[in-house]
């Protein structure tokens, strides 16, 4: 596990081997007083507010997260959740349009003919041209930049949200004068929302995985391996969704999807900067308590990945340079072996003094980048993932015959004090570097509360972490590096 | 401490009357004392710039220096820049490289060092306990780096890998290609190639450093846990007894200008890379605010932007979509990028061209204009809002040779740009006779050049499309 900060305090008891423990006393304390300040409200409907007061501009950061994301998605409907948090930048029903009811009304006409096309049905010649005609009409309501604008009219600053396959996530920074606005927007966004050019955004997404995707020698190695990976779990699938399963999505399950998991509970509001606790929350509870909470939870997977009997391996051929993923299945926090395996996963890879940056790149110039990934997701079991990047001449397989031969060494090797103290100064280090901005603190609180129903669950993991022992180290690499266990991906070279 | 400008300025967009909250007026930006950095310069010609921030135990602190690539004679083009990087990873001062790497690794700070076109930096990051050793490590990579021959080697080494692998994307190429021809026959449309690499060694490290890599007209910023008294100590300790040289460092000629032209590159690429553009305006304080906002509106300003809007909203033709005038001090640039299917990048060029002329011929609206100086105005603030963006500001405005007072009338300057100079900037940076076209992608998207290419302005529809090839760079 790895966020954007992790907050933690420090219990652990000092070895001799800490020779560097000022410093994380010192890195402690300012951790644990921020944690004193952040404050954690759960309104009525069951939505939660997280709140720390920072910095002396009159500025804020306001992440909204939901607890959805392609984790969620049925089968064939893959890339919804993305598709929905295109649809939420598009405005309401007061927003966005110059005639809602005609619009309204235009909107139905057009889905059923949508939904038809979406079943595979052709379209009538006459149903064309009556779909032109309300595209045109359509055209004639809509106030396209309308939405956008009043957020940047407001000086909304690094306005965006992102969909991964656990979490949804809607970010902005605004002045404080914005404040209302912003909370009220937001909870109209869920409250109200209107599906304009749901069709148009379609093609627009179409777009977005060409280039994340289709053209991208990582991100098809990355969407083959989870592919591999995973036999029936979710997190196989990508969080853009598959192309033919984006093309046939409709506008009405889009909504019906979103009636199902943006409900409150399921719901986490940050507020980051200048905020007044007591006021500001009173003006989150006016426009965010409209929002109805919802006799029926938002629905959870029930697949259990398969046991895995063997190693399983995929080969992809691209216009590219050899690259290979290799994943091993492994358990996620609140399973003890999460820290051990991401303080083993630095020792490995972690920076320019790790074991295999040395040996493959360094010393023996066989890779041009070694690193890992601990991925898709955290809410479920995932993978850790080591990423090999063979330099010419050396080939994927030479280059995972020499890391196979490394990781058993590794497995019997004895951990030198200056590679456990590097691998938890990093965590510690990196952790403290995102607390200086208002934006990665919000989204990273929302991001704890969410995955683990506590943002505080982010400060036992370092706990842990820090209490990791060098046998933790080898019990770990012995346990989950093994070849029954993982799932090798090769992008080759296409001739 | 400099109370914020934004609060002379009242703007009520949607008016009071309304009680819905969909009219919740845009109020001012509330005042605020800016904290304000203390500075100080030694006798060899450095500033320093110091803000204590005590929120977090860390420090970081940046020395920039005053020259760049664009300094240095065309044959030893991407030298410097190579220099730089290697300033931090050839080891420094009594540590060969496997030592700096490992002491940095245990006090898990950060060192980094990189040139550009007209500057370079060395900068650290660093628990605040640790600041003694880690600034004298961050000193001993500015001034004695140890450059040694086998980190060179393995820097070369991936510097070929990564060259290699150039052709993985569109969006590589057509920017290699469009710098290659806009720039043409100057220092600016060099391409690193492999054999260039090859020929570097570590004497044309070591020369680069003795001539570039000097105190003169040199900042150092600093930040964060840090008290006035260890700053200046370690600042005077470190750096005081650093010679400036006299050596007198020009820049290149203003490049000329670009000429037109309509060239397809083809690739295995399903989404197709797309550069419209030309050689642009430099950097003038005169047309700041003017280019500012022409920028805003026409096609850096996400979906607020016409070019946005129309390729991307109301199209649903590409993901990616923006367009704008970047300026240098020596040259600038006009290009409008897009990265669409095959199928569809005739058209997205098209009505590409669209958006430019209507900027060209017809007058921005009132409220158009009006929206796009609330947001740089009400957004200003974000320039201000943290100890290191306070800093960067102020470092900005010098590196790019703004007066000091820059932001004293920034406001007002803002709010001076008419709609009739919007136009202006249209008109005068961006010449369709000249514009130069190159598209990335497969057999569709040359198909669709071909068949829209009747529909763009004759100057270039009367353009035969010319088919390059692409090997570590364009072979125009």
């Not at chain 1, 910095?55 to 064939?76: L, Y």
């Not at chain 1, 869920?190 to 777009?207: A, G, T």
């Not at chain 1, 098809?220 to 591999?228: G, I, S």
Request: hydrophobic content about 35%; overall charge neutral; proline content about 4%.
């Amino acid at each position: 596990m790895r966020l954007l900060f992790i907050v933690f305090i420090l219990t652990i008891h000092f070895s001799p081997d800490y020779v560097f423990c000022d410093a994380l006393t010192q890195t402690s304390e300012t951790l644990a007083e921020l944690k004193s300040k952040v404050v954690k409200v759960t309104l009525d409907n069951g939505l939660r507010v997280i709140i720390y007061r920072r910095g002396f501009a009159p500025v804020f950061a306001g992440s909204v997260s939901v607890g959805v994301g392609g984790v969620d998605e049925p089968s064939g409907k893959t890339g919804i959740s993305h598709m929905l948090e295109h649809m939420a930048f598009k405005g309401t029903t007061t927003l966005g349009t110059k005639n809602y009811r005609k619009e309204k009304s235009l909107l139905n006409e057009l889905e059923i003919f949508m939904q038809k096309e979406s079943q595979g049905l052709e379209l009538s010649i006459d149903d064309k041209s009556k779909v032109q005609k309300i595209r045109a009409d359509l055209a004639n309501i809509w106030d396209n930049s309308s939405f956008d604008k009043a957020y940047s009219n407001r000086g909304a600053n690094s306005q965006n949200a992102t969909t991964s396959i656990d979490i949804t996530n809607y970010y902005v920074e605004f002045p404080k004068s914005a404040f209302e606005f912003w909370v009220w927007m937001e909870s109209e966004r869920i409250l109200d929302p209107v599906y304009r050019q749901f069709y148009k955004e379609r093609d627009v997404v179409q777009e977005e995985r060409r280039m994340r995707t289709d053209d991208s020698p990582t991100g098809k190695l990355y969407e083959t391996f989870l592919n591999t990976a995973f036999s029936i779990h979710p997190y196989r699938n990508p969080v853009i969704g598959y192309s033919q399963d984006v093309s046939k999505l409709t506008a009405t399950e889009t909504r019906e999807f979103q009636e199902k998991y943006y409900q409150p509970s399921n719901i986490v509001v940050s507020l980051v900067g200048d905020i007044d606790i007591d006021k500001d929350l009173d003006v989150v509870k006016k426009y965010f308590g409209r929002l109805k909470s919802s006799p029926n939870p938002p629905p959870r997977t029930k697949a259990t990945e398969l046991e895995q009997l063997g190693q399983k391996e995929v080969t992809i051929y691209f216009s590219a340079l050899p690259n290979t993923l290799v994943g091993y299945k492994r358990p996620v926090y609140p399973h003890k072996d999460d820290a051990a395996l991401t303080v083993m996963a630095e020792i490995l890879t972690g920076g320019n003094v790790s074991r295999l940056y040395k040996k493959f790149v360094r010393d023996e110039r066989i890779a041009s980048s070694v690193s890992y990934l601990e991925a898709p997701g955290a809410r479920y079991d995932n993978l850790l993932a080591f990423n090999l990047k063979p330099k010419t001449p050396t080939t994927n397989d030479e280059l995972i015959q020499k890391f196979d031969k490394a990781i058993e060494e590794f497995k019997k090797s004895k951990i030198a004090d200056d590679e456990m103290l590097i691998a938890k100064r990093d965590i510690a280090l990196n952790t403290l570097s995102g607390l200086g901005s208002n934006l990665n603190i919000a989204n990273a609180l929302s991001y704890g509360e969410i995955i683990y129903n506590n943002w505080e669950a982010t400060v036992d993991w370092c706990e842990e972490a820090f209490a990791v022992t060098k046998e933790d180290v080898i019990r770990v690499a012995n346990k989950y590096l093994i070849s029954r266990n993982r799932t090798i991906a090769k992008l080759e070279t296409k001739k | 401490m400099k109370n914020f400008l934004i609060i002379l300025i009242c703007i009520s967009f949607f008016g009071c009357t309304s009680q819905t909250p969909q009219d919740l007026p845009i109020t001012p930006v509330k005042s605020f004392d800016i904290p304000e950095p203390i500075s100080w310069k030694l006798e060899n010609g450095i500033k320093v710039f110091l803000m204590e921030d005590n929120e977090l135990p860390f420090v970081e602190g940046t020395l920039y220096i005053r020259s760049g690539y664009l300094n240095d004679s065309s044959e030893n083009l991407g030298i410097l820049a190579a220099m730089g990087s290697q300033m931090r990873n050839g080891g420094a001062g009594d540590l060969t490289a496997d030592q700096l790497d490992l002491e940095l690794e245990k006090l898990s700070a950060n060192i980094g060092s990189s040139f550009g076109a007209e500057d370079g930096s060395v900068s650290f990051s660093c628990l605040n306990t640790d600041l003694p050793k880690v600034f004298k490590f961050f000193t001993d990579v500015t001034r004695k780096p140890r450059f040694q021959e086998d980190r060179i080697a393995l820097w070369k080494s991936l510097q070929l890998q990564k060259i290699k692998s150039r052709s993985e994307k569109s969006t590589t190429i057509s920017r290699i290609g469009f710098n290659q021809h806009i720039f043409k026959g100057s220092v600016f449309s060099e391409v690193t190639t492999s054999s260039r690499i090859k020929g570097m060694s570590r004497a044309d490290f070591v020369r680069a450093h003795n001539k570039f890599v000097r105190p003169n007209d040199a900042i150092i910023t600093l930040i964060g846990s840090i008290k006035e008294h260890e700053a200046r100590d370690l600042v005077d300790k470190y750096f005081s007894d650093w010679k400036p040289t006299n050596e007198k460092f020009t820049l290149p000629p203003e490049p000329k200008k670009s000429e037109g032209g309509l060239f397809f590159i083809k690739g295995p690429f399903s989404q197709s890379a797309a550069i419209i553009g030309q050689t642009g305006p430099k950097r003038d304080l005169d047309s700041f605010f003017k280019i500012k906002l022409f920028n805003s509106l026409f096609g850096f300003g996400g979906s607020s932007s016409k070019l946005v809007m129309r390729i991307r909203e109301d199209l649903g033709l590409a993901y990616v979509n923006y367009g704008g005038i970047a300026t240098n001090t020596v040259f600038g640039k006009n290009y409008i990028v897009t990265q669409t299917k095959g199928e569809s990048v005739g058209e997205a060029i098209y009505e590409s061209l669209n958006v430019l002329e209507e900027f060209q011929t017809e007058l921005v609206s009132n409220e158009a204009l009006e929206d796009a100086k609330r947001y740089a105005q009400n957004s200003y603030v974000f320039l201000f809002d943290s100890p290191s963006k306070i800093i960067n500001r102020k470092l900005s405005l010098i590196l790019q040779d703004f007066p000091p007072d820059f932001d004293e009338s920034y406001l007002s300057n803002l709010h001076s740009v008419s709609r009739e100079d919007i136009m202006d900037v249209a008109k005068q940076s961006w010449d369709v006779n000249s514009l130069v076209i190159i598209v990335v992608g497969d057999d569709k998207a040359y198909e669709s050049l071909k068949a829209w290419k009747q529909k763009l302005p004759p100057e270039l529809s009367s353009q035969e499309i010319q088919v390059v090839e692409f090997d570590e760079k364009v072979l125009f």
